[in-house]
Each structure stands twice: as structure tokens, then as C-alpha cells.
């Protein structure tokens, strides 16, 4: 059967928080029995977007992570007793009823996707819009809303999901924790890898080093590669961080300068003179 | 539990379905076309087809909306300050301390209308001032200038001359060189997207942030696909901005951050690059500019013995000059659309110090590569979609039920429709609030509250001509009274003017006896008001408009979004508490003041409004009353024998102007050819300007430009800027619209780039500085820090960020609330108004205009003690 997956592409979002005001548009003070009591006014963040910079200024760039529940087929949170049940479709619901007092649930993410609500007593979280899909809509909330169509609703069979997965690159955040999520991420790569970036200059004309190669070594071997832009500008990507590399940029006529960095996080090396050969 | 009914309605940030339940709002959704729905345009380009997607898009502060029709901070019932007694001790100097007591309607109507009687027995025309903010919420008749301008024009209140506070240096600095008064001093942008596509190959955005400003405004994400597009088609995007800023992180292939105030600099480098290389468009400069000798001399540095080269624009603006040259190759080489503003036009760097030369920098560069050609263009990648401009449906600067050819659009072409003979409704004016009257600016309110006088020139929006901005006005005007009575409309000032201790001093010290607030809110400025009059929200009334379409000023600005939706915006729960409608409220006083049957034409109430409405437009020709009452929304049909006009290309090729712009005037040009400078050309000399020198010499102004002239408080102003070493930017806000969504307990504050939630409970609004700057002054992510010059400070909450060059420091404009820690007018606040450190001096001496990123302050740590 068709089931329930979000596809979240980190490379388009841009943080406009249209997904995390729709989730309390729907879920605030609205309570969708048996799936969810109400959200309360304020704290919760069923819909968290995640912040990170990469680099310093002025080579720099920025990726957001939205994180609704996951949704996960092997959820820590699941409980014997219904509490805290997987519908067919694979969304992981709350029972608002017999879920009251159970604190514990809220510390059973590794995700931290779940809230306390203090005044019901209730752990509660994103419900991947069960009520709307159960009236027939096709999108979710913070689907439909998203402008850059960072996120998308995908209703389908298990095989067709696993061919996307292939076809698209898409990953799984944090896949190692083994709850195997059903949001899957597009370009996690600029949250989780690191670049190396660079100003590349002519010391003999103090012009802009358009088109000289980077290339970015581990142990020897090649780990990310680049050319220099028009404003002699290049930044390396995937990397792996907590690592140090070796950057070497060489450039038609000028020697070879190799650099040698730790890259914790993505890092703006800064101005590379190159010298004539 | 009863049935969700689905309504409409729409906002400053798109329309919306709205579901109501059992009197109650319980969902707000954008709206997704519906398969009868018409209006698919396609654009054909290097072999792709491109269509627009099927649904509305929401900015955030739309998104919100329900948080803001609930908000634990509206003002349900009529109020009066505890100690002002109009009959006794008015106690002025409590205002913004002194508490509220909840009265009748009829105890409020009561007293306004005694006070607006006693001022107009005692002092006449011209003493009660009223104003409104820049945005209200949402709908063509409950718009200020509707339904508010019909009223104030009947009181004979005179309202404040706002100034061009997103225009700024367009207005005061590009009109006088190319004209484009009409718009303010920006140019049209018909068909600049099917241009783009099929010729650009790249787009400079400078001081252009779509992403975050509602596309141009009002227009939500409507043009985020079409960026999109762009970039698939492997068009270049470079930015100039000292924010890395949201349409960077999406976009960006290149990123800039002059120093700021010195954007002249680093665009004077790159004009120079292109003289000495000779990558400019001769031709062109030669057949459609004047004075470009002149300034190309200057630019050389043949006038004053300093070439402008990019060497010295680096040692103005700090971006390395190999990389200035770079820059200019590239653009000197390719199509280029200059994104200069959002809108095309406008931008952050027209709010300063350098504003107008900024501007008139854009133009100049433009012309330079042959502006109005295929693919080259200013353009701010917002406007620019197909759409019927034929089709009539007017925006809210068009006056709605004011029917004021003055203070609105009307005149263009509604007046004549709403208040036709035969609909036997009649339009208001007011002789004192016009040119041969009485003007107050918004940004001197303070000062004429005190009762001080003052002179400045053009009275504010100067859209009748290039001249009508040179034109001295003094207050008060002769003949006319100092300012007694102050009835304020909609969102506060002290988060959105400049040096706005002043504007809180004034309630408390200045002369005005009387200060009646009509808000929805309980924030900033009704809380120094001594009746507080309760509205509602545009959800809680009816109404009408199209998304994304104001209008007036911006002509045909419905081309922002993908589709044209005109939305009947319904009553969709009865108003709150007691809060009433505008509308009703204002007829409720008209009604005291014995004019009730003038203001409603006897009797008519906002749905009998929308249907007189309805029938002066163009949708009886696409749908019928009922349908649009059922539907709630129509899409304009897209005409199958759509002509492309793109924007200038007539200019650029020496034609007549083909495209539907309201202007230039038939009667400034020769035949409609050519701009509305005396020589129809683009200025590099302005004869305007030059004339001007016969009355005023500015120096700060020359008629021949762009020139660079260094910040009046900038890093040239030495003394200054030892003490205060920071340039704090502070840009329209991303997620509240103005202070639209701040404040009053929406969900817009628990967004983590708008508010910060500290350990007092209290949400601090962000300051964004580089960790450099940050490490010096030992500050870290989320500490709460002091900025402060000598106008005054404000505690906010510290975010390092990469985002801005060291030196740089951003805080968004337009905090709603005021929470000061001590004396108002004189102590720390709390609640975010940045505006509280901006200069209130104008760009020029003879440009009455913002400059709230000319602004240096200091940081520091802040441990709690208040000052």
C-alpha cells in the first residue's frame, strides 16, 4: 500500500518558518481527535528548523534542517500498550487519551521531535497531518505551504519510494541510530559535510585567479576537488569534518601552493597568493 | 462541534482560505487554484517552457495570521487613560505610565467628539493632526486610504505628509535625473521576466532581498519559482547587500558587502573599469543620456584629481579591487539584469546618507550597458510577470471610498467609476490636507507636537513632478495653528522612525491635549494615547482587493504575482470583544458629529460598500455578485492575444512608449517619446537640480552624478566613529511585516531569527554581529547586549554570524511593542526599537528623507542593569 514519506530538500530551504507557523496554524488550540489534542500557544516546535553557517565571511553559506517527527518504522517511542501506535500508512501517532501522564515518552526520541505539554499532561508531536490525509488532502501543512518546494509529500509504495531514494540521493538524517526514518533528506551534505574555500589571487597582476584547480587531499588521496570561479573564489564541498586535509591549488605558469588545514567545520581559508612559476 | 465552512480572505502577504468553525477561526491555508480557474500564462525560452504554479503562496506574518486575530493583546473593549480628564488635569506627562479603564462606546464617542469639536471651536483647521502607519491591514475599502481618508476629510483633520520611506534616494536622488515621478523615481518592470529568461545571463541583486520583503511587497513567494527558474537555466546571481541575506542563501553565487555607505564606491570602480576598458555601450550613453562627459570626467578623476579606479573604491569599501574589476568584466560582457531594490528600485541602500547618489549609481550603470535592450535591464526579479494590465481591478492607493484625487490614485481613473453619476455616491476632498494647505511630515511629528517650528521641502509623496519635491513647505502653515489633537491609526513609530525618543517625548511633553488611538493592538504607541478605540481585524469585516496589487505609486504591481486572484474578503467571525470595524467606528463618530449620512451616504454599511465596489471595476465582465460571493476569489482570465511590451525597450530604442505605465505624462514629454527630464534623456547633469541651485545650494546634492560623497555619520566621520565604531544596518523586517505580526504574543516570535526567548521570560529582539567583533567585546551567541549611541539604547539578544563583515552590525526595523526600563523617552528599552539609535537627520539638507542604516552605534555586554 501507499504510504507516508516527506522529502525535504536542505539546498532549498531558506528558513521563511512558513512550514513551522502552518503546523501551528493547524494545531493550535484545534484539537483532531482520536490523533491529537490541542498544541499549546507557545513552545512547542513540532515543526523544529534547524540553523547552521557555513564558513566565514565572505566566503560563507548557510543550511537549514526542518524537522517534523520522523515518523520512524523502528520509533524508540512506540509502546506495547497503544500509547504510542504506527498507523498503515507509517505515521506514528500520540494517542492523546491514553498517552496522558507519560512523560517518559518525550525522552524516548533520539530525534527530540517530542513535547511535554505541561497543562494536559501530554507528550505530543507533529502527526504528519493524519486527520487531513483522513479527509483526503494530498499535501501536509507544511507541504503545501512551502514556497521553494522544499518539502514534499510523498504517498507512495515502499519499491517506488526506494527507487527515489536511489535516483535522487536521498538520505536519511542521522541513519546510524537505526529508527529508520520516513523523512528522507535531499542535499544533506550541507548540513553534515564541510568545505574548504579559498581567494585565489595572481601575486605577479594582483588579478583574480579565474579557473585554477583545488584539489583537496586526505592521507594522499583525493578527497573533493574545484576551479576557481571568476573572482578566484572556490569552495570544496563534502568533506567530512573533524579532519585535517591538504589543499593544494595550482594554476597554469605559477607554482603550487599547498595549504594545510583543520577543518572542524566549514572553513574560508582565506587569500592564496600564487607566485609565477 | 458545527460544520468548517471554508471563507476567504487576504492579506498583506497573500490570500487565504479561511475554515471557521462554530464562530471561530480554526485554519488558514493558501489557496490552491481550482481546475476551473483561468490565468496560465507561458513563457517560451532557450527551449523550455515555463508555467506558473497552481497555487497562491503566504509570507510568514500571513502564515500567522490567526495568532494575530487571537492575540492575547487585543484591545477588546474602549478605553480611557486613568488620569486625563478633559474637563480638569489632562496630565500629559503620564502618558505611556498612567494606566486604563475600560468605558462604554458611548462614554468614548462621547468624549472624542467633544474634543474634536472643542479643537475645531478653539483652534480651527489644521489642529488635529492624524496619522496612520505605512500598512494597514488588508482590503481595497478598508484601506487608509479609504475608508480613513473619507473620514479624516470630513473631520477636516489635516494628515501627516508620509515621506518615500522605501523610495528614499529613487525619489530624492534618481528622479530629478531620469524623472519616473509617477512611481516615485523607480521604473516599470512590464515583461521583464519573459526577458530575462530568454536573453539574461546574469543579475546583479544589489541591495535586493525578494525573499524576505513579500517579492517586491506584498506578493509573498509569488516569484521564488521564477528565481528558480534562473538558476536552472544556469543564470549567474551575484550580490551586493552587507547581509547575507535570504535570497543569498538561496541564490547566491557570489556575494559582496561594501562597507556600509560606500556602494557609490564600489559602482564608481566598476564605471571607471568600464571607461578605461571601454566595455560600455557608447552608442547608447551617446543617444540617450546627457552629460555623461561631464561625469565620465569626474569619474576619471579629470574634475577633482581622483580616478575613481577600483584601487580606491577598495580603500572605501573594502572589497579587494581585483575582485571590482572582475566584476565589472563580467557584467561588462554579459546581459545583465541589476536587481537594484526588490521592487526594482528601492533597497536598504536607499535609505541612507548616500541614498540618492546610490540611486542615481544604479541608473548610471544601467545606462552604461545599455538599459532597456534585450536582457539588460533594472529589474528586481519581482514584478515583470505576464498579466492583463487591461483588465481593471484597482489596488488600495487608488482611494477606494475617499474618492481623494489628492491624497490617493483616485484621479487616475476610480473617481470617475465608484462616484459615477449614477451611482449617486459622492468622493470627499480636504482643502487644508493638499498642496495650497496645511503639511505636517511624519518624520517631524515630534517637533510639531512640541510646537517648534521648522521648513523643509517637498511635502512628501511628490508624485506630480521631477519639481513638486523641490517646493519649501514651513509649519506650521501660515495661517494655520500649531498641532492640539493627535489621533493615531495603526502601528507604532517608535520602532520605525528615526531618533524615536523624540516621537515618545512629544506625547509627554510637547502640546498636543488630546490623543486618541484607534488600534487593534494594546503595543508601542496606543499606550501613550488618552482614548484607545478598539478595531478589528480585516477578518472581522468585509472587504475586497487583489492579491499583491497596492497600486498608486506602483502601477500594475499585480505583475508580482503568478496569477491575478481578487479575493472577496469575508466577514469570517464577528469582531472581538467590542472591538468594531474601521469603518464603523469612524461612522459611529461622523454620526456624533452630525455628518453620519455624508460619511455612509446614508446608510451604507462595508457589503453594501463592496458591491458598489464590485460594479465600478471590471469583474462584472468575468463573474457575477453571486458568483463572487460563493467562490470567494476570481482569477483574472490571461488574454490569448497577450502583447508583450518589456519595460524601456521603447526608451532604448527611441520610440514611443508602448508599454501600459501611467506615465510619463503626455504633457512631459514630446510625443510621448522619450522620459520626463526637460531633455527626455537620462541626466548624468540634472536641469532640475541645476535649477534648484537658483534657490538652494546643497552640497550634498549636486546636479551632476553619481558623485561619492562620504556619509555624514559613517566611518569618515572620525570623531564619531571612535566612540561608536559599529555600522548598524536595519532592514525591513523578515518575518513581521513592518510591525505587523511583532510582538503581542504571535507565533512569529517563537521563530529563533525574529526573537529570542530568555531566561526573564521576555523575548529579546536580535542583534547580528560578526564573532569578531563579537570576541572582542566578549560577547557570546545569545548573550544579552547593550547597543547604545548618544540617542539613546536598547537591549537585544546577541547572535554571531558570519553573515555580516566585521564592523557591520544588523538588527531588523520595526520592533511593535515599547518596553522602556525607566523614564519613556529617556531610559533603556527592552523591546527592540533599533529606530531609537538612527539619526533623524535627512539624506540632504533638501531631501526630506530616512537614512536609517547611516547609523553608528556600539555593543556591549549587558548585565542586566538598566539605564
Known amino acids: ?277 | 462541534m458545527g460544520e468548517v465552512q471554508r471563507l476567504t480572505n487576504c492579506t498583506t502577504g497573500g490570500p487565504v482560505f479561511v475554515d471557521v468553525q462554530d464562530g471561530r477561526i480554526v485554519r488558514m491555508t493558501p489557496i490552491d487554484l481550482a481546475d476551473d480557474d483561468k490565468g496560465d500564462w507561458v513563457i517560451e525560452a532557450r527551449g523550455r517552457k515555463f508555467m506558473p504554479p497552481r497555487r497562491t503562496t503566504l509570507s510568514p506574518h500571513a502564515q500567522a495570521s490567526r495568532s494575530l486575530v487571537y492575540s492575547p493583546k487585543r484591545i477588546l473593549h474602549p478605553m480611557k487613560r486613568v488620569d486625563w480628564d478633559p474637563e480638569g488635569e489632562r496630565n500629559p506627562q503620564n502618558r505611556g505610565i498612567s494606566g486604563y479603564e475600560e468605558i462604554s462606546w458611548d462614554e468614548a464617542l462621547d468624549l472624542v467628539t467633544t474634543e474634536l469639536i472643542r479643537e475645531k471651536r478653539e483652534n480651527g483647521p489644521g489642529s488635529i493632526l492624524t496619522t496612520c502607519s505605512s500598512h494597514h491591514l488588508w482590503g481595497n475599502l478598508g484601506y487608509r486610504h479609504s475608508a480613513y481618508y473619507r473620514f479624516l476629510n470630513l473631520m477636516g483633520m489635516v494628515h501627516t505628509a508620509h515621506n518615500p520611506d522605501s523610495w528614499e534616494g529613487w525619489h530624492w536622488g534618481a528622479m530629478p535625473m531620469w524623472g519616473n515621478s509617477h512611481r516615485l523615481g523607480i521604473p516599470e518592470q512590464y515583461d521583464l521576466l519573459e526577458d530575462a529568461l530568454k536573453h539574461t545571463e546574469m543579475v546583479v541583486f544589489w541591495s535586493a532581498d525578494p525573499e524576505s520583503t513579500g517579492g517586491g511587497i506584498y506578493s509573498a513567494f509569488e516569484s521564488t519559482s521564477r528565481r528558480f527558474w534562473m538558476k536552472e537555466l544556469g543564470i549567474k546571481m551575484v550580490f551586493v547587500d552587507p547581509y547575507y541575506n535570504p535570497t543569498a542563501e538561496l541564490f547566491s553565487d557570489k556575494w559582496f558587502a561594501p562597507r556600509l555607505g560606500t556602494d557609490v564606491a564600489f559602482g564608481l570602480g566598476i564605471a571607471y573599469t568600464w571607461l578605461v576598458e571601454g566595455t560600455y555601450d557608447k552608442e547608447y550613453v551617446a543617444e540617450r543620456t546627457t552629460g555623461f562627459d561631464e561625469w565620465k570626467d569626474y569619474v576619471l578623476g579629470k574634475a577633482d584629481d581622483l580616478p575613481k579606479t577600483p584601487e580606491w573604491a577598495e580603500s572605501e569599501c573594502g572589497i579587494p579591487a581585483r575582485q571590482i574589476r572582475a566584476l565589472a568584466r563580467e557584467w561588462g560582457a554579459k546581459k545583465v539584469m541589476l536587481a537594484a531594490g526588490g521592487l526594482g528600485g528601492w533597497g536598504g541602500a536607499c535609505r541612507s546618507a548616500t541614498g540618492n547618489e546610490w540611486a542615481r549609481t544604479m541608473v548610471a550603470l544601467a545606462a552604461m550597458q545599455g538599459y532597456g535592450k534585450p536582457g539588460v535591464n533594472i529589474w528586481g526579479t519581482s514584478q515583470g510577470a505576464p498579466s492583463d494590465c487591461s483588465f481593471v481591478f484597482p489596488g488600495y492607493a487608488e482611494g477606494g471610498m475617499s474618492g481623494d484625487p489628492e491624497k490617493s490614485a483616485a484621479g487616475y481613473r476610480m473617481l470617475y467609476r465608484i462616484f459615477a453619476h449614477s451611482t449617486g455616491l459622492h468622493p470627499t476632498v480636504n482643502a487644508h490636507d493638499s498642496t495650497e494647505g496645511i503639511a505636517i511630515p511624519r518624520l517631524r511629528i515630534p517637533e510639531a507636537m512640541m510646537h517648534e517650528k521648522f521648513e523643509w521641502r517637498g511635502k512628501g509623496f511628490c508624485g506630480p513632478s521631477i519639481q513638486s519635491q523641490m517646493q519649501k513647505y514651513q509649519y506650521p502653515a501660515p495661517g494655520y495653528p500649531f498641532v492640539t489633537m493627535y489621533w493615531r491609526y495603526g502601528g507604532s513609530f517608535f520602532g520605525t522612525m528615526q531618533q524615536t525618543n523624540r516621537y515618545v517625548k512629544a506625547y509627554r511633553e510637547g502640546g498636543v491635549r488630546t490623543v486618541v488611538n484607534q488600534s487593534i493592538w494594546m503595543e508601542g504607541e496606543a499606550k501613550f494615547a488618552d482614548i484607545i478605540l478598539p478595531a478589528c481585524t480585516n477578518f472581522e469585516r468585509w472587504d475586497m482587493s487583489e492579491f499583491g496589487n497596492c497600486s498608486g505609486y506602483i502601477p500594475d504591481n499585480h505583475n508580482q504575482t503568478n496569477h491575478r486572484v481578487i479575493v472577496f474578503q469575508k466577514k469570517c467571525i464577528e469582531p472581538l470583544g467590542e472591538s468594531k470595524s474601521d469603518y464603523d467606528i469612524f461612522a459611529a463618530v461622523a454620526e456624533r458629529m452630525g455628518l453620519g449620512d455624508v460619511f455612509t451616504e446614508g446608510g451604507m454599511d462595508e457589503l453594501d460598500w463592496c458591491k458598489a465596489y464590485f460594479d465600478a471595476t471590471d469583474l462584472p465582465q468575468i463573474t457575477t455578485w453571486e458568483q463572487f460571493e460563493k467562490k470567494g476569489y476570481v482569477v483574472v482570465p490571461f488574454p490569448d492575444d497577450y502583447k508583450s511590451t518589456p519595460a524601456m525597450r521603447w526608451f532604448a530604442e527611441g520610440r514611443k512608449r508602448d508599454t501600459p505605465d501611467w506615465g510619463p505624462r503626455p504633457g512631459d514629454t514630446v510625443g510621448m517619446v522619450g522620459l520626463q527630464t526637460p531633455s527626455g534623456k537620462i541626466e548624468f547633469v540634472s536641469k532640475a537640480l541645476k535649477n534648484l541651485e537658483m534657490d538652494v545650494i546643497d552640497p550634498e546634492r549636486p546636479a551632476m552624478g553619481p558623485q561619492f560623497i562620504a556619509s555624514w555619520e559613517g566611518h569618515h566621520t572620525t570623531e564619531l566613529y571612535g566612540k561608536y565604531p559599529l555600522q548598524m544596518v536595519s532592514p525591513h523586517p523578515r518575518f513581521s511585516f513592518h510591525t505587523m505580526g511583532d510582538s503581542k504574543g504571535t507565533w512569529l516570535n517563537e521563530i529563533d531569527e525574529h526573537r529570542i526567548l530568555h531566561e526573564d521570560g521576555h523575548r529579546y529582539w536580535i542583534m547580528r554581529l560578526n564573532s569578531v567583533d563579537a570576541k572582542a567585546r566578549g560577547i557570546t551567541e545569545g548573550d544579552l547586549v547593550r547597543a547604545f549611541n548618544d540617542r539613546g539604547a536598547v537591549i537585544l539578544s546577541a547572535q554571531l554570524t558570519e553573515r555580516v563583515a566585521p564592523g557591520t552590525v544588523h538588527s531588523y526595523e520595526s520592533c511593535a511593542d515599547y518596553l522602556p526600563q525607566g523614564e519613556p523617552g529617556a531610559s533603556t528599552d527592552i523591546a527592540g526599537c533599533v529606530n531609537i539609535l538612527t539619526n533623524m537627520r535627512t539624506i540632504t539638507p533638501t531631501s526630506h528623507a530616512m537614512s536609517n542604516n547611516s547609523c553608528l552605534i556600539q555593543i556591549e555586554k549587558w548585565e542586566g542593569e538598566a539605564s
Open chain 1, 1 to 277: 500500500m501507499k504510504s507516508w514519506h516527506l522529502i525535504v530538500d536542505v539546498a532549498r530551504c531558506h528558513d521563511c518558518n512558513d512550514c513551522f507557523l502552518a503546523d501551528k496554524d493547524e494545531f493550535v488550540d484545534n484539537e483532531f481527535p482520536p490523533y491529537s489534542a490541542a498544541q499549546p500557544w507557545h513552545g512547542h516546535r513540532w515543526m523544529n528548523i534547524k540553523r547552521k553557517e557555513r564558513g566565514q565571511y565572505p566566503i560563507v553559506q548557510t543550511a537549514y534542517l526542518p524537522m517534523p517527527c520522523m515518523h520512524c518504522d523502528e520509533a524508540p517511542c512506540l509502546t506495547a500498550d497503544g500509547a504510542v501506535y504506527k498507523r498503515p500508512d507509517g505515521l506514528v501517532i500520540i494517542d492523546p487519551v491514553k498517552a496522558k501522564g507519560r512523560k517518559e515518552i518525550v525522552a524516548s526520541c533520539p530525534y527530540s521531535a517530542i513535547y511535554w505539554n505541561e497543562e494536559k499532561e501530554l507528550a505530543q508531536k507533529c502527526t504528519g497531518c493524519a486527520h487531513l490525509l483522513d479527509d483526503g488532502w494530498t499535501e501536509t501543512r507544511c507541504s503545501q505551504v512551502c514556497p521553494t518546494e522544499a518539502i514534499k509529500l510523498v504517498l507512495a509504495e515502499e519499491d517506488d519510494v526506494e527507487r527515489m531514494v536511489e535516483d535522487e540521493g536521498l538520505e536519511r538524517y542521522r541513519d546510524s541510530l537505526g529508527t529508520k526514518p520516513r523523512v528522507y533528506y535531499k542535499n544533506l551534505h550541507r548540513w553534515e559535510k564541510a568545505f574548504v574555500g579559498c581567494s585565489v589571487v595572481y601575486g605577479d597582476t594582483d588579478e583574480c585567479a579565474e579557473g585554477a584547480a583545488v584539489t583537496v587531499l586526505r592521507d594522499g588521496s583525493v578527497a573533493g576537488h574545484g576551479t576557481t570561479d571568476i573572482f578566484g573564489e572556490v569552495a570544496v564541498d563534502f568533506l567530512t569534518p573533524g579532519r585535517e586535509y591538504v589543499v593544494r591549488i595550482e594554476a597554469d605558469g605559477y607554482k603550487p601552493v599547498e595549504l594545510t588545514v583543520q577543518v572542524d567545520a566549514s572553513l574560508n581559508a582565506g587569500t592564496v597568493v600564487l607566485e609565477k612559476a
